[in-house]
C-alpha cells in the first residue's frame, strides 16, 4: 500500500467538516485517556499533521492548518510539518492559546469540532469560557466517532488502518508494589466515604495499573493497558477487553472484581446515573465519561489516586533505587564502548545516531528485570543535540563523529523506571561549548543540594537550576523535572519542576520521585542536558526550625569531566560531585567489575577521580 500525503488527508477532512457546518476541528494528541503516550491507532494528530512529537494540538479550519506545540518540539515541528501548516509557541506569554485563536479567527456562531473522548472536562470548561465570548459552539463527534477515524477510513485501500492492540496484562506482585490493591482500594473507599460518593471513574491508564497493581504493554514504553475502572463500594467494575486477562491474572485480581467489556464503562454510567448514584470523576477525565452522568449526581473533584500513587513507598523506593543501579551499569558500560570507538579508535563513520542507542538498548537488556526502554532513546550528535526531543530514525540519523553527543535515555525495570541524560565531547570542546556546560551543571548541582521547607512546589525552586544560565542571558524552553512512575509511565505527576504557572500546584512531599534536568540548546550547534532522578526525602537542617526536605539522587553515572571549568565552580559544588563520584566508586564500580569489561571498568576509575 502506498502512503497518503497530508495533504489529501487535510482536503478529506475539510470535506466532512463541511457537512457538518464545522469552521475549526482540533485533533488532540492524547487518547481517550488523556494520556502523554499512546498507541499507535490513537496518534491522530500525528496522522493528520505529520508531526509525531509526544505534546501537541493541530487545529484545521477551512483555510488554515496550525499545529500549537511547547519549546521542546519547535525545531523538530519545523523539520516534520509541511511548509502550509504553521507553528504556534505553546504556553508562551504573549502567544494566543488555541481558544484566543480560535476566538479572534472565527466568526460569531461558527462551530468547533472535537471528539469528547479526547478533552478533558478541565480544558473543554476553559475553552468554553473564552469561545462564548462569540457564542462559538463546541460540537461534539458522535459517541464513539471521530472525522480522523473517518478520514482514515476513506483510505482504507491505500493505507493500512492500526488496530488497537490485545496484549497481556500482568499482575505485579507485592514484592515490587509493596502493597495489595485489596489495601488500596480501602484507601479510596474511605475517601469515597468522606464524599458521599457512591462510585469513582477512574480513567488514567497509570492510575489502573497503580490501583490493581497490573501492568501491561498497550503503549510503547509505558507498562499499561486500555481500561476504565469504577470503584464502588462492594465492588469494582474494570472494563477491559477480556482476552488480555489469562486464568492466572483473573485470579490475582482483588477481592469482587467484575470484568466487562472496554467501551461499556459509558452505558454503565448512564445507568448508575439513572438509579442516583453520586459518581466522582475527576476533571482530567474526558468529556465523554462527564456527559454520561448528570449535574445532580456529579462529584467533580481529583481523585486521591494521583497523590498517593506520586508518594513512593519504602518498597518502590527501594526499587527505584535498586533499578537505577541497574541502569548505571548499562550506561556505563555504553559510554565507554562510545569512547573507544569515537576517540580512542577513531571511528567517525560506521556508527550512526541510531545503531549506537540500539547498542546502548543491548546493555540494557543485560539487566536483571528488564523490561523495555522507557521512552524512544535521545541519541543526537552536535546540532541535533539542539532538537530537545530529537528521535534518530534507523535510515536517515547522522553519522557520530567528533564534538558534542547528547544521550537520554531510560528504562522499564519491574521494580523502577530510570530517565538519565548526559552529555559528552567526544574531541576537543571549545571554551564556549565548556562554560556552558559548567553552567548548566552548577544549575543541576544547585539543585540537588537544595534543602527547602515542605511547604514548596516545583515552580519556587525552578529558578535555582536556571541561575548560572540567567546570569549570561541563556535559557532553555522546558521544564526542570517531571514526577517518574515506578514501573509506569517515565513522566508522572502532580509534582514537576517547571516555570509554566498551574491552578493548584502540588508541594512537593517526602518519597516523590523527580528530575533534575535544566540544559541549553544552541540551535545549529549542539545541546546540553544533564539529568538525574532524585527522591524527595527528610534533611536535617543547622537550626531544625520547623520540617524540611531536600532530594536524594539515585542516578549513579559521572558527568562529563572534559566540559567541566573548575574555576567556575564553588567549594561547595566541588564537594558534591566529589561526593557523588564517591558514591559511585562504592556501588557501581564493584558491580563493573564484575562483568570483567575492563574498558568500562577503566573508564569509570578515571571519570570518577576527585576533581
Same mark, same amino acid.
Given at each position: 500500500?502506498?502512503?497518503?500525503?497530508?495533504?489529501?488527508?487535510?482536503? $478529506?477532512?475539510?470535506?466532512?467538516?463541511?457537512?457538518?457546518?464545522?469552521?475549526?476541528?482540533?485533533?488532540?494528541?492524547?487518547?481517550?485517556?488523556?494520556?502523554?503516550?499512546?498507541?499507535?491507532?490513537?496518534?491522530?494528530?500525528?496522522?493528520?499533521?505529520?508531526?509525531?512529537?509526544?505534546?501537541?494540538?493541530?487545529?484545521?479550519?477551512?483555510?488554515?492548518?496550525?499545529?500549537?506545540?511547547?519549546?521542546?518540539?519547535?525545531?523538530?515541528?519545523?523539520?516534520?510539518?509541511?511548509?502550509?501548516?504553521?507553528?504556534?509557541?505553546?504556553?508562551?506569554?504573549?502567544?494566543?492559546?488555541?481558544?484566543?485563536?480560535?476566538?479572534?479567527?472565527?466568526?460569531?456562531?461558527?462551530?468547533?469540532?472535537?471528539?469528547?473522548?479526547?478533552?478533558?472536562?478541565?480544558?473543554?470548561?476553559?475553552?468554553?469560557?473564552?469561545?462564548?465570548?462569540?457564542?462559538?459552539?463546541?460540537?461534539?463527534?458522535?459517541?464513539?466517532?471521530?472525522?480522523?477515524?473517518?478520514?482514515?477510513?476513506?483510505?482504507?485501500?491505500?493505507?493500512?488502518?492500526?488496530?488497537?492492540?490485545?496484549?497481556?496484562?500482568?499482575?505485579?506482585?507485592?514484592?515490587?508494589?509493596?502493597?495489595?490493591?485489596?489495601?488500596?482500594?480501602?484507601?479510596?473507599?474511605?475517601?469515597? $466515604?468522606?464524599?458521599?460518593?457512591?462510585?469513582?471513574?477512574?480513567?488514567?491508564?497509570?492510575?489502573?495499573?497503580?490501583?490493581?497493581?497490573?501492568?501491561?504493554?498497550?503503549?510503547?514504553?509505558?507498562?499499561?493497558?486500555?481500561?476504565?475502572?469504577?470503584?464502588?463500594?462492594?465492588?469494582?467494575?474494570?472494563?477491559?477487553?477480556?482476552?488480555?486477562?489469562?486464568?492466572?491474572?483473573?485470579?490475582?485480581?482483588?477481592?469482587?472484581?467484575?470484568?466487562?467489556?472496554?467501551?461499556?464503562?459509558?452505558?454503565?454510567?448512564?445507568?448508575?446515573?439513572?438509579?442516583?448514584?453520586?459518581?466522582?470523576?475527576?476533571?482530567?477525565?474526558?468529556?465523554?465519561?462527564?456527559?454520561?452522568?448528570?449535574?445532580?449526581?456529579?462529584?467533580?473533584?481529583?481523585?486521591?489516586?494521583?497523590?498517593?500513587?506520586?508518594?513512593?513507598?519504602?518498597?518502590?523506593?527501594?526499587?527505584?533505587?535498586?533499578?537505577?543501579?541497574?541502569?548505571?551499569?548499562?550506561?556505563?558500560?555504553?559510554?565507554?564502548?562510545?569512547?573507544?570507538?569515537?576517540?580512542?579508535?577513531?571511528?567517525?563513520?560506521?556508527?550512526?545516531?541510531?545503531?549506537?542507542?540500539?547498542?546502548?538498548?543491548?546493555?540494557?537488556?543485560?539487566?536483571?528485570?528488564?523490561?523495555?526502554?522507557?521512552?524512544?532513546?535521545?541519541?543526537?550528535?552536535?546540532?541535533?543535540?539542539?532538537?530537545?526531543?530529537?528521535?534518530?530514525?534507523?535510515?536517515?540519523?547522522?553519522?557520530?563523529?567528533?564534538?558534542?553527543?547528547?544521550?537520554?535515555?531510560?528504562?522499564?525495570?519491574?521494580?523502577?523506571?530510570?530517565?538519565?541524560?548526559?552529555?559528552?565531547?567526544?574531541?576537543?570542546?571549545?571554551?564556549?561549548?565548556?562554560?556552558?556546560?559548567?553552567?548548566?551543571?552548577?544549575?543541576?548541582?544547585?539543585?540537588?543540594?537544595?534543602?527547602?521547607?515542605?511547604?514548596?512546589?516545583?515552580?519556587?525552586?525552578?529558578?535555582?537550576?536556571?541561575?548560572?544560565?540567567?546570569?549570561?542571558?541563556?535559557?532553555?524552553?522546558?521544564?526542570?523535572?517531571?514526577?517518574?512512575?515506578?514501573?509506569?509511565?517515565?513522566?508522572?505527576?502532580?509534582?514537576?519542576?517547571?516555570?509554566?504557572?498551574?491552578?493548584?500546584?502540588?508541594?512537593?512531599?517526602?518519597?516523590?520521585?523527580?528530575?533534575?534536568?535544566?540544559?541549553?540548546?544552541?540551535?545549529?550547534?549542539?545541546?546540553?542536558?544533564?539529568?538525574?532522578?532524585?527522591?524527595?526525602?527528610?534533611?536535617?537542617?543547622?537550626?531544625?526550625?520547623?520540617?524540611?526536605?531536600?532530594?536524594?539522587?539515585?542516578?549513579?553515572?559521572?558527568?562529563?569531566?572534559?566540559?567541566?571549568?573548575?574555576?567556575?565552580?564553588?567549594?561547595?559544588?566541588?564537594?558534591?560531585?566529589?561526593?557523588?563520584?564517591?558514591?559511585?566508586?562504592?556501588?557501581?564500580?564493584?558491580?563493573?567489575?564484575?562483568?570483567?569489561?575492563?574498558?568500562?571498568?577503566?573508564?569509570?576509575?578515571?571519570?570518577?577521580?576527585?576533581?
Amino acid at each position: 500500500m502506498g502512503k497518503v500525503t497530508i495533504s489529501r488527508k487535510v482536503e $478529506k477532512l475539510r470535506a466532512f467538516m463541511k457537512d457538518q457546518s464545522l469552521s475549526a476541528y482540533i485533533v488532540p494528541s492524547e487518547d481517550a485517556h488523556q494520556s502523554e503516550y499512546i498507541c499507535v491507532k490513537d496518534k491522530r494528530r500525528e496522522y493528520i499533521s505529520g508531526f509525531s512529537g509526544s505534546a501537541g494540538c493541530a487545529v484545521i479550519t477551512l483555510d488554515n492548518q496550525l499545529l500549537w506545540t511547547d519549546g521542546r518540539y519547535w525545531l523538530q515541528a519545523e523539520k516534520e510539518l509541511e511548509s502550509n501548516w504553521k507553528i504556534m509557541k505553546d504556553r508562551v506569554v504573549g502567544e494566543p492559546t488555541i481558544q484566543d485563536w480560535l476566538l479572534s479567527n472565527l466568526n460569531k456562531e461558527n462551530k468547533v469540532g472535537i471528539d469528547s473522548r479526547l478533552i478533558s472536562k478541565g480544558y473543554y470548561d476553559s475553552m468554553k469560557s473564552v469561545l462564548k465570548e462569540k457564542s462559538i459552539d463546541i460540537k461534539f463527534d458522535g459517541d464513539g466517532e471521530n472525522l480522523i477515524d473517518r478520514v482514515r477510513e476513506s483510505f482504507k485501500d491505500e493505507e493500512e488502518i492500526p488496530e488497537y492492540p490485545k496484549n497481556s496484562i500482568f499482575f505485579l506482585e507485592d514484592k515490587f508494589t509493596g502493597k495489595q490493591s485489596n489495601e488500596k482500594l480501602k484507601e479510596i473507599r474511605e475517601e469515597m $466515604k468522606k464524599q458521599s460518593a457512591d462510585s469513582m471513574v477512574v480513567s488514567a491508564l497509570d492510575e489502573i495499573a497503580w490501583l490493581l497493581n497490573l501492568r501491561g504493554s498497550d503503549i510503547s514504553f509505558n507498562p499499561v493497558f486500555l481500561s476504565y475502572v469504577v470503584v464502588e463500594n462492594e465492588k469494582v467494575t474494570l472494563f477491559v477487553e477480556e482476552s488480555k486477562l489469562n486464568d492466572k491474572t483473573k485470579s490475582q485480581l482483588p477481592t469482587g472484581i467484575v470484568i466487562s467489556p472496554y467501551n461499556s464503562v459509558f452505558e454503565y454510567l448512564r445507568n448508575s446515573d439513572k438509579q442516583g448514584k453520586k459518581i466522582w470523576i475527576d476533571p482530567r477525565s474526558s468529556v465523554a465519561l462527564y456527559n454520561c452522568v448528570s449535574v445532580a449526581n456529579l462529584l467533580e473533584k481529583i481523585n486521591p489516586i494521583l497523590l498517593s500513587k506520586a508518594i513512593k513507598n519504602e518498597t518502590e523506593i527501594q526499587g527505584m533505587k535498586n533499578a537505577h543501579i541497574r541502569d548505571a551499569v548499562a550506561l556505563i558500560q555504553f559510554l565507554a564502548w562510545m569512547e573507544e570507538e569515537i576517540v580512542e579508535k577513531g571511528d567517525e563513520t560506521s556508527h550512526t545516531e541510531y545503531s549506537v542507542s540500539e547498542k546502548l538498548e543491548g546493555f540494557r537488556r543485560q539487566q536483571a528485570d528488564f523490561v523495555s526502554l522507557s521512552f524512544d532513546t535521545i541519541s543526537s550528535i552536535n546540532a541535533n543535540g539542539a532538537i530537545i526531543h530529537y528521535k534518530p530514525d534507523e535510515t536517515t540519523s547522522a553519522t557520530i563523529v567528533k564534538g558534542m553527543y547528547l544521550v537520554d535515555s531510560g528504562g522499564q525495570y519491574l521494580d523502577g523506571t530510570t530517565d538519565v541524560t548526559r552529555t559528552l565531547h567526544y574531541g576537543k570542546p571549545s571554551q564556549h561549548e565548556i562554560d556552558c556546560y559548567t553552567r548548566v551543571l552548577r544549575g543541576h548541582v544547585g539543585l540537588s543540594l537544595l534543602k527547602f521547607p515542605n511547604r514548596v512546589n516545583g515552580r519556587d525552586i525552578d529558578c535555582v537550576a536556571r541561575t548560572h544560565l540567567w546570569s549570561v542571558g541563556l535559557d532553555y524552553a522546558h521544564g526542570t523535572g517531571h514526577g517518574v512512575g515506578s514501573f509506569l509511565n517515565v513522566h508522572e505527576g502532580p509534582q514537576g519542576i517547571s516555570y509554566r504557572a498551574i491552578a493548584n500546584p502540588t508541594n512537593l512531599q517526602a518519597g516523590m520521585t523527580l528530575t533534575n534536568e535544566p540544559g541549553y540548546y544552541e540551535s545549529g550547534n549542539f545541546g546540553i542536558r544533564i539529568e538525574n532522578v532524585m527522591i524527595v526525602a527528610p534533611v536535617t537542617t543547622q537550626f531544625n526550625n520547623g520540617k524540611f526536605i531536600g532530594f536524594d539522587n539515585i542516578t549513579l553515572v559521572p558527568y562529563e569531566r572534559k566540559l567541566i571549568n573548575l574555576e567556575m565552580l564553588t567549594k561547595d559544588e566541588i564537594n558534591f560531585i566529589n561526593d557523588y563520584y564517591k558514591e559511585i566508586g562504592e556501588k557501581i564500580l564493584p558491580l563493573i567489575e564484575k562483568t570483567n569489561n575492563q574498558k568500562a571498568i577503566n573508564w569509570l576509575k578515571n571519570q570518577i577521580k576527585p576533581l
